[in-house]
């Protein structure tokens, strides 16, 4: 104890010395962070030490404890708690002292980072309040905003300097061992302070005077601006374009002038601003006052240049007037002199004719308007006389005037003779043009290149191409009638003439027209120009319109005229009458006649070779499709996946093979036919040969590929027979391995025993398995040799099975050993028990307190007790056999040696209990010696005798070999007590014969008992002997037994395996066979373990040891023998069942291949389908030729069937009655096809027959109802022209008529003996030509009917002309008349009542023509012209439209007046209103000012608005004079007048009370900013200061939480923990924003200009806080947990990383640095490779390693900078660096021995490449590869930028073609030793370089001095080296063969 406690007290000793080392040091921190991190570390350390109390109570408990219980060493444990106690003490001391320490160091970087901090932002802020923004005056009012904010940002922060200043004063006031430096920090902080509020001042002084100077000179600028503007207004020379643009600028002046009036308020507004300003001495009052001096004077400098603009523009008022009449009058000449000198001559007849009656229209317009040309010209000469600035312009207008009016009557006289002139030649050009139309719609269809895209399209087209070319002959008549027509035309002369040229423009862009005057013109059109006077509108012609169009969407086209516009798009159609002469014109349409001829029997050969051609192709196609089809089967890849698929594929595979034996007769017999074409001279025979040739070349591919197809298909089902079998042995072996995996060696004796029988079982079955593993491998040896591709896979296969065969012996060996220790341990186990609890019965006994009390009770105790030693010593001889046994398990180190010398153990100390309690005993009852008696005696041996006599009555010898074998150790039990009892019963006897001897009183008693006891004893040795021969019969009868019944079970197992009925299962039949014969290997296997059970049991029988049980044994041996048969039985019936049945499924997938053949074709041949047209009925029948093909070719398939089905039958397959069904019915059904095939063919081939003759009816039928479509058109011409045309349309369609009926008739005819014939179809046929017959009179009856309808339609159209040129005028001058256009100024009123009066003169006019045009409808309907009602209704239409232009003329004329009096009214109204309008704007802003100074500013600027409102009074009185004065007029609008001026005067009684509103609702603004701006700068002040505090805050609460070690992350938790408490008490500074914002907000401002802050963000970022504070909580807790897991993993990673990466490192290092010859680095790099394969181990556990520091989110770990990606790739890349390696030795070993290029320059190669890579990754980037080929001498350019080199470009798509960025070590060799070798691309240019540098150059040998001549020195030695000599003629000494050195060398 006094040890313990000084051990104790020693190490309390040693921590304590460590504790004081860790306050020894003097360093408290140099910064805040190293200060909290000591604190941090000491409260750890404080921690520790409070968990050290308890060690230091104890201690001294202890100590306490030893000297109360007076303790040798009382005095020295005292003195050492004593000492212990004190030293401790001092450290508590110590601790104090070293924490106060730290918090004063703590404090005082506390203070000094926040003095720094203070100091900082004071400094800054002293930058921002002594700078001068405020002399540069833009954005003042933000400047002012941003002032008064950095105001309140100083006062919410001058409890932060307090705060610091107070600090530093309690610290100096503390006595701070720091105090001096403490007091000059906090000191000049107040200092700094005091300096910024002074600073602060003076700046908003200064902002204040100069947003009052901004404000003035903002109203200064405004005013300048409106001077600039009006002085550039009055300055303007311009005096108008137009009258529109004079009166505008008149109107403007007017309004102009009235600004300035109003503007003068204003100016002296400003002037008396700018002497208040120099009164008050602002900083820049000069130069205020030289502005306000500067506005006055170009005030006052506008007045008389407003008189002066006023006179200018009253003169130019009268010459646009003037001007606008010349244009009017100029505008109404322009209008007629296009139609006047139209060049127009009619492109048709009826064009020619309207031209004429046009031209009548114009002459009459242009006599009656010459009136109105003479009054303008007086206005102009007055003038003139009068002295006007314009008269020279006025008198130019006037003469140019005068001009164009003579001009355009000479036009209308020229036009007038060339139109009567036009009209007799365009009578022929008429019938031309249409003849031509109808030979081009013809063309494309005569010459049409389509010839049918099939057989049947071509036959159709065919058709169709014999009835148009009859069109085309009948068409010849018209031709004849043309011809003879343009011999009598005389004016084609006339027509002939070139008119006068005009200029032509383009248009560029597309315009559509939005009034009638517009024309619409497309991009691309050429238009003849008319007039271009106007530099914004052209007028131009097209097609005989004329209107204008935008000058800006047309150009001028230089050399171009009218002539070439005429060759136009309408060119395409006809030939232009200007440059053909009518006989031209006919020569031209007779080539074309005979050109259509001609296509139309070119088309018609094309169309008969064609269909023959498709003839061809179709059957070709047909082949080639099957070849497509079949072609996928033979070049499949796929050689089946397992055995069934393999069988599988090559039974498709003989089915192909027959079907291209019959398809091999189609393709001889198509070759037949391309060969009578190609004789015949086709067309299109190079393209049938090719697509034969094709056809042929396809077969020949298929032919082989279907031979190699067969070859692998052979070897495939081999190789797959090998695995079917290996897999079944290895699933075999893993049935025996799952066995032998068990754990269970046995829970007893006998569980041990019948699992060790088990397993000898299990030895056997593996005897037979080994055969079959032998066989395999065996066979794998072969299909190596023969199957190379399959190598790989078969090796696996043998090999793991191999390997799991050794395994399993292995295992199997284990095992065994296992079981036999297990064994050895479960018998002394039972020794153990057996042992154990007679010691316990027997402890029990001895152990006994029980006394006699009197003399018999004594002795019997006496007697018992020597009784338990007799039996004690008879079982030392079990003991020792156990301590031996147990002794030789230790010895063999057995696996259950602890218990065993557990159990040896205990069984000693029970021994030596018993010993030593019977020793005790035997002392107890010694005393009791004098109560021995002999009868005592004798009651004990024959109690004893009677026990044992009581055993042997009992007929029990056991019903089990365990009970049998427990009964006789029960025995040898017996035995040995019988043994110790024969002493006794000897003594027994001696004591009576002794007794008798003394002559005792009861001495015959005694004899009679000892004579009894003596027999009885004798009798009992005998009946034990007897017993214990009975018991060995029975243990041996026993063991019989449970072998019998161990080999019945296992007979029982193997015959429910041998039974099943699994061959009638069809899958994997060839498998379960395979297994089966493993199955028979086992069971015969195991014969000798069923056998041995039968001699045993007959050996029971014939030694008579069978206990009577002779019978018994008899029958099971029976069983045994009976059960092994019928197992034997069973399978063979088995095996001949699984073979029989592998049999039968070969048959049955044949019999069902061929089903499913029979069901296809009879499908087919049942199909009622027989075409629903002819090309349907046509394939079908083609389709049905190849289906008999293929039945005849299967023929020979059912004929193998049936053979297999007899052998079967022949066999008694078990499955015959099946086989033999399925059999007879596929012959019933083959048979069945052949009848079913004749009917179908019968009846296909009358479905085309009728198929063909509907096809021609169709046609017929379409044809008619085509035709029909024209005979019932209701299209009888919509004008005069179009009547023409179709007339003539008709006649040559009652032509085709006539033409087309022998066809009809044909048709109907073979239609007749088809319904004669009465078969299918006969009723629907008769029926069909019925209707046919029908239709087509129906057609010649629409077509009498159209000749008439065109007769009346003609008379019509002539006379609707006449109406449409009527009226057509009289809508122009109708929608003249109904304008709405007025005028919109006074001098546009007056120029549309002067052509007002023009216009009524022309009504006059146009009143008789439409008399005479109602007389002449009038007759028409009189005739009873079949558009009666039409006529009717246009002369109503005509006469209700005079009318309504009569109307529409007086109502305008009362328009015009009216309107001239308003616009004077509108003019002045105008005015007003566009002046309201412009002060309404100001009075509704809703600008009420952002803040005070903006409201003053409108305030001021609402006096001088107040000023001009009463100027501007007297305007308003006289707009409502001039309205009464036109209301006491009735004018027309008075209404409207009398409106708007109410609306003039509400507007300006409005104006003028909004004008008061918008003052008074400035005043009240100007009161709420006042009280607004204390709050707000109240709530800023708070806001800012709490805003700042929650994002410092927020910004710390959401930094992610990870951490590199526990004490970061328990900093973390500290700091938390003091921020929660913080966070509580900040909610009430909080409570005092939200009363603030109340008060702001009832004011209803919108915005706090000193801050962007709202309480409702304050509050939900504080609500935010509160969340965040939380959620941080929980992530602290967590990471916690996290960091102290995973440092661990982070080491044990990085070891492993490390130390691989440094042997990739060194790896890589020697693999690129390796040097040597070159076979040398080879046997290096593959020593390499087998070292990189070996650490695949080490890199898999890194990767684990990896998974879970992936896992455990460890993204970082300083231990090391590796990953297992990056190491993966590495290791994965060395691999590839090797393989790169070895291939580019290889490589350039064979260019070496091969292509002449030597090992220096290989080696110069790689250097070269070695240098530049870099970072030795076998690979060049781009720019290096560069470098490395100029470093190896290409002369590479130089390129800049992007700028791309081609020469290495074009080496780059060598080397590197799918520009994967890099270059390989490989493929630069390669590339370097092709340019080597890249001038060789022959043998033959190798023989000519030799031959080139032999003397004479053509020796056929070299010798060595003319190679050194020529080559260099390496590469003469390397052809010294594999020259031969010259043998040849010619021979010289030294002579070599470069011709056989070609060959050998360049010869591959």
């Not at 968990?51 to 109360?68: G, P, S, V």
């Not at 299209?1275 to 003539?1288: A, H, I």
């Amino acid at each position: 104890e006094l040890q313990l406690f000084m051990r104790d007290a020693e190490q309390v000793n040693n921590w304590m010395a460590r504790q004081r080392a860790f306050l020894a040091t003097e360093d408290y921190g140099d910064s805040l962070d190293s200060n909290e991190a000591l604190i941090k570390k000491h409260e750890n350390f404080e921690k520790s030490l409070a968990a050290q109390d308890e060690k230091f109570k104890a201690l001294d408990e202890n100590a306490t404890r030893l000297i109360d219980s007076s303790h040798y060493g009382a005095e020295e444990i005292d003195s050492k708690r004593n000492e212990i106690l004190a030293q401790h003490q001092e450290l508590m001391v110590q601790a104090k002292k070293r924490f106060s320490k730290l918090q004063a160091t703590h404090s005082l970087h506390q203070f000094l980072n926040d003095i720094d901090d203070t100091r900082k932002w004071i400094e800054e802020k002293m930058k921002m309040a002594g700078d001068e923004a405020y002399k540069v005056p833009t954005n003042l009012e933000a400047k002012i905003q941003q002032h008064q904010s950095f105001e309140a940002e100083l006062q919410a922060n001058k409890g932060r300097v307090d705060s610091v200043v107070e600090t530093g004063r309690e610290l100096e006031a503390a006595g701070h061992y720091a105090e001096e430096s403490i007091s000059s920090q906090y000191r000049e902080v107040e200092g700094l302070w005091s300096e910024l509020d002074g600073l602060t001042q003076d700046k908003g002084h200064k902002l204040k005077e100069a947003s009052e100077q901004q404000g003035f000179y903002r109203s200064v600028k405004d005013v300048d601006l409106w001077l600039d503007e009006v002085a550039k207004q009055l300055e303007s020379e311009e005096l108008g374009k137009d009258l529109a643009t004079v009166q505008k600028l008149q109107k403007k002046l007017a309004l102009l002038e009235a600004d300035i009036a109003l503007h003068r308020e204003q100016i002296e507004a400003l002037c008396s601003q700018a002497k208040e300003f120099v009164r008050v001495r602002h900083f820049d009052a000069e130069g205020i006052q030289e502005k306000q001096k500067a506005l006055v004077a170009r005030y006052d400098g506008l007045q008389e240049p407003l008189k002066d603009q006023k006179a200018k523009l009253e003169a130019s008022y009268q010459l646009q007037q003037f001007f606008r009449d010349v244009e009017d009058e100029e505008s109404w000449i322009k209008e007629r002199e296009p139609i006047a000198s139209s060049t127009n001559r009619g492109k048709d007849l009826n064009g020619v004719q309207n031209l004429i009656k046009k031209h009548q229209a114009l002459m009459s317009d242009i006599s009656s308007h010459e009136s109105h040309i003479a009054a303008v010209c007086s206005d102009g000469k007055k003038m003139i006389s009068e002295g006007h600035f314009g008269a020279a312009e006025v008198t130019k207008s006037i003469e140019q005037l005068r001009r164009k009016w003579d001009q355009l009557k000479e036009c209308c006289d020229k036009r007038k003779n060339g139109l009567n002139e036009a009209l007799q030649a365009q009578q022929f050009y008429a019938d031309a043009n249409e003849a031509e139309s109808w030979m081009k719609e013809k063309e494309p269809i005569v010459g049409a290149g389509d010839y049918g895209k099939d057989e049947d399209s071509a036959q159709a087209l065919l058709r169709r191409h014999d009835a148009v070319l009859a069109d085309v002959e009948n068409f010849g008549s018209t031709i004849k009638s043309l011809e003879e027509q343009s011999v009598q035309c005389k004016g084609s002369s006339a027509m002939e003439q070139k008119p006068p040229e005009k200029p032509l423009v383009k248009a560029l862009y597309t315009y559509q027209g939005k009034s009638a005057r517009e024309m619409s013109i497309k991009r691309g059109e050429l238009l003849v120009l008319l007039n271009s006077s106007n530099k914004d509108w052209w007028k131009v012609e097209l097609e005989g319109k004329q209107g204008f169009v935008p000058a800006a969407y047309v150009k001028r086209q230089s050399g171009g005229s009218q002539a070439d516009a005429s060759t136009g798009p309408s060119s395409l159609t006809m030939t232009s009458p200007v440059s053909d002469s009518v006989q031209t014109r006919q020569v031209g349409i007779n080539r074309k006649y005979a050109h259509l001829q001609q296509l139309g029997k070119d088309r018609k050969h094309r169309l008969e070779e064609s269909k023959k051609k498709f003839e061809l192709m179709r059957e070709a196609n047909e082949l080639e499709h099957w070849i497509s089809d079949k072609e996928a089967l033979a070049t499949a890849d796929e050689v089946g996946k397992d055995l069934e698929h393999v069988e599988m594929l090559r039974k498709k595979f003989d089915d192909f093979q027959k079907d291209m034996a019959a398809s091999e007769a189609k393709l001889e017999a198509i070759n037949e036919m391309v060969q009578v074409l190609i004789d015949q001279e086709h067309t299109d025979a190079d393209e049938i040969g090719n697509v034969v040739e094709g056809l042929n070349q396809h077969w020949d591919d298929m032919n082989n590929l279907a031979e190699k197809k067969r070859k692998n298909l052979e070897g495939a089902y081999q190789v797959q027979k090998f695995i079917r079998a290996a897999d079944e042995t290895k699933s075999w072996m893993n049935e025996k391995d799952t066995a032998l995996m068990s754990d269970d060696y046995g829970r007893d004796l006998a569980s041990v025993q019948a699992l060790q029988r088990k397993h000898d079982g299990l030895e056997r079955d593996l005897a037979a398995l080994e055969e079959k593993v032998k066989a395999l491998h065996l066979d794998a040896t072969q299909l190596v040799g023969m199957h190379p591709s399959s190598s790989k896979t078969i090796s696996n296969k043998d090999r793991e099975m191999s390997d799991a065969w050794t395994k399993l012996k292995a295992k199997c060996a284990a095992r065994k050993i296992k079981l036999e220790d297990s064994s050895d341990f479960q018998r002394f186990l039972s020794d153990y028990r057996d042992l154990s609890a007679w010691i316990s019965s027997v402890q029990a006994q001895v152990s006994s307190d029980e006394l006699a009390k009197d003399v018999g009770g004594a002795e019997r105790l006496l007697e018992r007790h020597q009784e338990h030693m007799n039996e004690i010593d008879a079982r030392s001889s079990a003991f020792t056999a156990f301590e031996s046994f147990g002794a030789q398990l230790l010895a063999q180190g057995h696996f259950a040696a602890a218990k065993v010398q557990e159990r040896l153990d205990a069984i000693k100390r029970e021994r030596k209990s018993l010993e030593k309690a019977w020793s005790a005993r035997k002392q107890l009852l010694d005393q009791c010696l004098d109560l021995q008696l002999f009868n005592r005696d004798v009651e004990q041996a024959e109690s004893w005798m009677a026990q044992r006599e009581a055993f042997l009555a009992s007929e029990d010898l056991g019903t089990s070999l365990d009970a049998v074998e427990s009964l006789i150790r029960k025995h040898d039990d017996s035995d040995k007590s019988l043994q110790a009892q024969e002493e006794k019963i000897a003594q027994l006897q001696q004591s009576a014969d002794r007794l008798i001897q003394n002559r005792h009183y009861a001495a015959a008693q005694v004899a009679d008992r000892r004579a009894s006891v003596l027999a009885r004893w004798s009798k009992l040795k005998s009946a034990l002997g007897v017993w214990r021969n009975r018991l060995g019969q029975s243990r041996s009868l026993q063991q019989f037994k449970r072998e019998a019944d161990e080999a019945e079970d296992w007979m029982t197992q193997k015959m429910q395996t041998a039974s099943d009925d699994s061959y009638k299962d069809p899958t994997n039949l060839a498998g379960k066979l395979q297994k089966h014969q493993a199955f028979e290997a086992e069971v015969i296997a195991n014969k000798e373990r069923v056998f041995s059970a039968v001699t045993m049991g007959q050996s029971l029988i014939d030694n008579a040891q069978c206990l009577g049980k002779e019978s018994e044994v008899s029958e099971r041996i029976q069983e045994l023998d009976a059960g092994w048969e019928e197992l034997r039985e069973k399978l063979n019936e088995k095996t001949q069942k699984l073979k029989e049945a592998n049999q039968q499924q070969q048959f049955n997938e044949g019999v069902r291949d061929m089903g499913f053949w029979l069901a296809e074709v009879e499908t087919q041949l049942s199909s009622e389908d027989c075409g629903k047209d002819l090309a349907s009925a046509q394939n079908l029948l083609k389709k049905h030729q190849m289906m008999e093909a293929d039945i005849s070719a299967r023929v020979e398939r059912v004929r193998d069937l049936k053979t297999q089905a007899d052998k079967f039958v022949q066999e008694n397959h078990f499955d015959m009655d099946s086989i033999r069904d399925k059999q007879t019915s596929v012959d019933q059904r083959y048979d069945m096809l052949k009848d079913l095939a004749s009917t179908r063919r019968t009846r296909l081939v009358n479905s085309v027959a009728l198929h063909q003759l509907h096809r021609d009816l169709d046609d017929e039928e379409t044809w008619i109802k085509e035709k029909k479509i024209l005979a019932l058109s209701d299209n009888y011409g919509r004008e005069l022209t179009g009547v023409q045309r179709l007339q003539k349309k008709h006649q040559r369609f009652d032509g085709e008529l006539k033409t087309h009926e022998t066809t009809l008739q044909a048709v109907l005819s073979r239609g007749e003996k088809i319904s004669n014939s009465g078969g299918v179809g006969a009723a629907e046929t008769e029926k069909r030509c019925r209707q046919l017959k029908e239709m087509w009179q129906e057609l010649l009856s629409a077509s009498s009917d159209r000749h008439q309808k065109l007769e009346e339609s003609l008379v019509f159209h002539q006379f609707c002309v006449s109406m449409d040129e009527e009226d057509a005028w009289l809508s122009e001058k109708l929608a003249f008349a109904s304008s709405e256009e007025l005028g919109d100024t006074l001098a546009a009123v007056q120029s549309l009542v002067k052509k007002q009066e023009a216009f009524n003169t022309d009504v006059m006019v146009h009143q008789g023509r439409v008399g005479d045009l109602e007389a002449t409808g009038t007759e028409l309907i009189s005739q009873g012209n079949f558009k009666a009602e039409a006529i009717t209704q246009l002369i109503t239409g005509i006469k209700q439209k005079l009318k309504d232009l009569e109307e529409a003329t007086a109502k305008r004329k009362e328009r015009l007046k009216n309107m001239s009096d308003f616009l004077q009214f509108n003019w002045k109204a105008d005015l007003i209103e566009s002046w309201i309008k412009n002060k309404e704007g100001q009075v509704r802003g809703e600008d009420l000012g952002k803040d005070i100074s903006s409201v003053q500013t409108l305030l001021s600027k609402q006096e001088t608005f107040e000023a001009g409102l009463n100027t501007f009074e007297q305007g308003v009185k006289g707009l409502t004079s001039m309205k009464d004065k036109l209301a006491s007029a009735k004018h027309a609008q008075s209404r409207t007048i009398q409106h708007r001026h109410g609306d003039i005067l509400r507007r300006w009684e409005k104006l003028k009370k909004e004008s008061e509103a918008h003052k008074a609702k400035l005043l009240r603004s100007l009161e709420q900013f006042k009280k607004v701006e204390e709050l707000f700068l109240q709530f800023s002040k708070k806001a800012s200061a709490f805003n700042t505090w929650m994002e410092d805050t927020e910004e710390d609460l959401t930094d992610p939480v990870h951490c590199s070690s526990v004490e970061e992350i328990k900093s973390l938790r500290d700091g938390h923990t003091q921020f929660q408490a913080l966070l509580s008490q900040s909610r009430s500074d909080l409570k005092q924003l939200a009363a603030l914002d109340r008060q702001i907000k009832s004011y209803s401002v919108t915005r706090n200009p000193y801050t962007w802050f709202t309480l409702e963000a304050l509050e939900e970022s504080f609500q935010n806080l509160q969340k965040l504070s939380k959620e941080r909580e929980i992530e602290l807790l967590k990471e916690t947990r996290r960091q102290e897991r995973n440092e661990d993993l982070r080491k044990q990673f990085a070891a492993s990383a490390n130390a691989f990466h440094t042997w990739l490192s060194d790896t890589r290092t020697a693999l690129i640095d390796s040097s040597g010859t070159l076979e040398s680095q080879l046997k290096a790099s593959k020593s390499r490779s087998v070292e990189i394969a070996n650490k695949k181990e080490a890199l898999r556990k890194i990767e684990e390693l990896g998974a879970q520091i992936e896992e455990a989110l460890i993204f970082d770990n300083k231990h090391t900078e590796h990953t297992p990606v990056s190491l993966a790739q590495q290791w994965d890349q060395l691999g590839q660096l090797v393989m790169r390696l070895q291939h580019n030795l290889e490589q350039q070993i064979q260019a070496r021995n091969t292509k002449g290029v030597t090992e220096e320059q290989l080696k110069e190669f790689t250097a070269s490449f070695k240098h530049f890579d870099k970072d030795r990754n076998g690979k060049l980037e781009h720019h290096e590869f560069k470098s490395c080929l100029r470093s190896l001498g290409y002369d590479l350019a130089l390129t800049e930028g992007g700028e791309k080199d081609p020469e290495f470009e074009a080496i780059l798509f060598q080397v590197d073609p799918n520009r994967n960025g890099y270059i390989s070590l490989e493929d630069y060799m390669s590339f370097m030793i092709s340019r080597e070798t890249e001038n060789v691309e022959s043998i033959a240019e190798v023989e000519s370089a030799f031959q080139a540098i032999t003397a004479g150059g053509d020796r056929p040998h070299v010798t060595k001095e003319e190679l050194f001549q020529a080559l260099s020195k390496e590469q003469v030695e390397y052809c010294l080296k594999r020259m031969k000599p010259y043998r040849g003629p010619k021979a010289v000494a030294g002579a070599l063969d470069y011709k056989e050195f070609a060959q050998t060398l360049f010869g591959t």
